[in-house]
């Protein structure tokens, strides 16, 4: 799928989120917490927006995706990236001082084994940043989500890309684990004080945490 809608990602993306995705990837940057030349690893890379935003902050970022088409169309900046399973990571064990995800956990069809390999390869005392999709919890705020989430996107899709891809998009949503099962799978990677913030009203989260030492 993300081989297909790749040469439009980028399109959609900033049209179906009005700009703000790159707002929410700057402040997933940001709490990291991390200091100029950190080496980061972003899982699902996919076009490379994250490994921009990190490598914008001063960090040192490695983006990795199973999509060729994705990577075919990514953008590095300073960054590099690699093609490769996010659940059978090619690199050393404690080799990264930090990890992000951008809104890829619902795609990952062993996400428990994803989050396993993160707290593998980021060294204790380093630090785990996943931004994704989310609900708000205000009644207007959360209906007036439900229409564009799942009305608008697929139109925007349809007419920009591709429409199946895009009615997938709400759909997945229920792949992705309840916040309570989410800090139990992180804790069991090896994360602890996993917090969860909502940004722009609750349309997005990020979740965080730390590789216990
Ligand atoms: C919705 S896209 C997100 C792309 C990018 N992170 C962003 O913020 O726009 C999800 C990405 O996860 C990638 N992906 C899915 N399963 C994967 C896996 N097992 N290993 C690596 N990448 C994977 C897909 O190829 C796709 O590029």
């Not at 609900?135 to 925007?156: D, E, K, Q, Y």
Request: with cysteine; charged share 20%.
């Amino acid at each position: 799928m993300f081989d297909a809608i790749a040469p439009r990602y980028d399109a959609v993306n900033k049209a179906m989120s009005l700009g703000l995705d790159s707002l929410w990837r700057r402040r997933t940057v940001q709490l990291l917490g991390l200091p100029a030349g950190a080496l980061v690893l972003d899982v699902g890379c996919g076009t490379g927006d994250l490994v921009r935003a990190l490598g914008r902050a001063s960090a040192r970022p490695v983006g990795i995706d199973i999509s060729a088409g994705m990577l075919t169309h990514a953008r590095a900046g300073k960054g590099s990236l690699i093609r490769g399973d996010a659940a059978a990571l090619p690199f050393p064990t404690a080799s990264f001082d930090a990890a992000v995800s951008g809104f890829a956990l619902r795609n990952f069809s062993d996400l428990a084994a994803v989050l396993g390999e993160l707290g593998r390869v980021v060294r204790p005392g380093g630090r785990l940043a996943l931004l994704e999709v989310s609900t708000p919890t205000t009644p207007s705020l959360r209906a007036g989500h439900a229409i564009w989430f799942n009305r608008v996107v697929p139109r925007i899709g349809a007419i920009l890309s591709d429409e199946a891809a895009y009615r997938y998009l709400p759909r997945s949503v229920a792949y992705l684990p309840s916040t309570g099962e989410m800090r139990a799978m992180l804790d069991e990677a090896g994360f602890a004080g996993a917090t969860r913030r909502q940004l722009s009203g609750g349309i997005v989260q990020v979740l965080t945490g730390t590789r216990r030492v």
